[in-house]
């Protein structure tokens, strides 16, 4: 009998999974939020994720349930456990990845070097923070931000007073996570996978170019990156995954400064953007291993096919959406560009495909990368 | 609205254009043959593709119908193209990869170096044939055979008197194919994909192995063929899938002589195994061509990532069928490797699965591809 994966969340994550799942031969089942999510083609269940008999009823049919995301509340992901099911990554680790504040303790506490920050309450704490940081920093919602929301830039308490306000309403201790704007030089992200009996494997560390928050163009590997800087992000990535107990695979974001300190920005227990150019561009793409990591199967080879992958994200477009009318001319100029594309209705500054080249000569596949991607963004 | 693709079967090679599917964003539908198929996570009916209703059904909702297998009867994709469904590839080619005789009349026409060959319907013209070809020759069954059924290497006429009774009591001009025994030193085999537009690409020519008469291993590229070789090989599929105006992937099985001819030996119009090495060790997969090629898109380039690939075929063996037991062992001692289960049931002899593994130097790939196929076939 072919071993079962129940993945929480249609989205783009779960459906990437799918092509993963098909060719090992695992049954990979989703539980989506409603119909025609992107990961629909293996939907055996819809409904809410909040809820935990709807959850506990879809986990009853799978050896292990993972996730389309970091959402899933911790009552219920502990009424899982508590049920049985092995539910990869666990509780624990899932709780430093949806706390952002819960997320920078742990890790300061573990040594492991971040910018500098702080939970703060209230107008004057952050006022405090900003006099000691040069007048400005960055304020994010410890909470359900992702691309870019529930992050602002302030140079001023007031600049977050409706978000003070929804923290003294909440009920509990409640607070707003404030961090030094780092002078970074550049994005990098280390991607690792490691699964319950402990083998941890990285992939090559690479570069990530955002745009308004959101991840626009990965490159693997990050130029300018063999030696110490891959060394120390493959430790640090390892480290906080074995520490944490993550299962699956744990993308780790970090700012490069310019005395070459690599700072954690922030965590993904979860197939990441940045991490999808291995579909096309390493021996096991990180949704393969995912699944073998999740099911504590030995995990697979990390190279790369190339010397050079870029992935370019696909983001909609002011345009009419018609995506299918913009194939024939992007495949006819780019044979060799992998496009995928997520089943997403196209909409403004949403992700909704990415484009893959590989080459010999970064510049080149830079170049040809970007123009295959334009295609379609506009 | 993404484009629709119709498959008609729901055996492996379904399954198999699933992860290039989604990862184009291409909304794939599967007519199986009934519940549990190799493809049926793309499975939106279940019917007899003899029935042209149950058929047509199917492709009203999809932009193109194509194919598992070459065994949906004319009269069916007749009424399909009446209907205006777009076939492809279409009754005409298919009828030439339906029935070994009408293949050999046309190859024969279009002046392609085939073995040689006699339609025979009884006892005395195979007598003649046998006479005059050193007393042994192979004969085949026109229809319905596939990996060495129907099929048989024979001294007498009396070797294939079941067959004869059947032709004599069949309606219309029925007849066996019988071949001479080439004396071939290897087997090799060429795929191409052409799209209706006219465009057709080739993958390098590989060498196939046969075990029984099935596909065992296959070597990409074939060695020892750069140059003249692979040129010839490549002009034939070329010319051929032009020729008979196939859409899709064309398949092109060749016997290599002692003196370095090339004939056809079999054709298929469709993803074959021995383009299986694709998925992993090409820039475009068979699979996704074939669905660029049937929806007449660009088609992708089919270079290698490595220098060389090998694909060794996973039969089912006499043990007790739980290959999901057999993972650990075989994942951990090659990491490196793909493997690729179908879904399907382990029965003796019955495909189940392949590993494909790439590397530099052949020989250790061979190795290394044995040694982790080997881990499931007992």
Known sequence: MALRVGVIGGGQLARMMVPAAVELGIDI???????????????????DYHDAETVLAFARDVDVVTF?????????????????VAVRPGPAPLAVAQDKIV???????????????????????????LADHGGRAVVKTPRGGYDGKGVRVVSD??????????????????????EELVPFTRELAQSVARRPSGEVVAWPLVETVQRDGVCAEV????????????????????????????TGVLAVELFQTADDRLLVNELAM????????????????????????VLDLPLGATGAHAPAAVMIN????????????????????????????????????????????????????????RSAAAHFDD
Chains 1, 2 share one sequence.
């Open 157 to 178: 308490p007031a600049d977050v007073a409706d978000w003070f306000v929804a923290v003294a309403e909440a009920a509990g201790d409640q607070a707003l996570l404030v």
């Open 270 to 293: 979860r197939p990441h953007n940045t991490g999808h150019w291995t579909i096309d561009g390493a021996t096991t793409s990180q949704f393969e291993q995912h699944l073998r990591a």
């Open 103 to 129: 997320m920078r303790r742990r890790l300061s506490d573990l040594g492991i070097a971040v910018p500098d920050w702080a939970a703060v309450h209230d107008a004057e704490e952050l006022g405090r923070f």
């Open 29 to 47: 089942r989703v539980l989506a939020e409603g119909p025609g999510m992107s990961a629909a083609i293996a939907a055996t269940a819809e409904g």
């Open 219 to 246: 490159l693997a590997p990050a130029p300018d990156s063999a030696g110490r800087l891959a060394d120390v992000a493959e430790e640090t990535a390892v480290r906080i995954a074995t520490e944490l107990g993550v």
């Open 314 to 369: 696909v983001l909609g477009g002011p345009g009419d959406g018609d995506l299918a009318a913009r194939y024939p001319a992007a495949l006819a100029a780019f044979p060799e560009a992998k496009y995928h594309f997520y089943g997403k209705e196209p909409r403004p500054g949403r992700k909704i495909g990415h484009v893959t080249v590989l080459g010999d000569d970064l510049e080149d596949v830079v170049y040809r990368a």
């Open 68 to 84: 389309d995301h970091e959402h899933v509340p911790q009552d219920v992901l502990r009424r899982l456990e508590e049920a049985g």
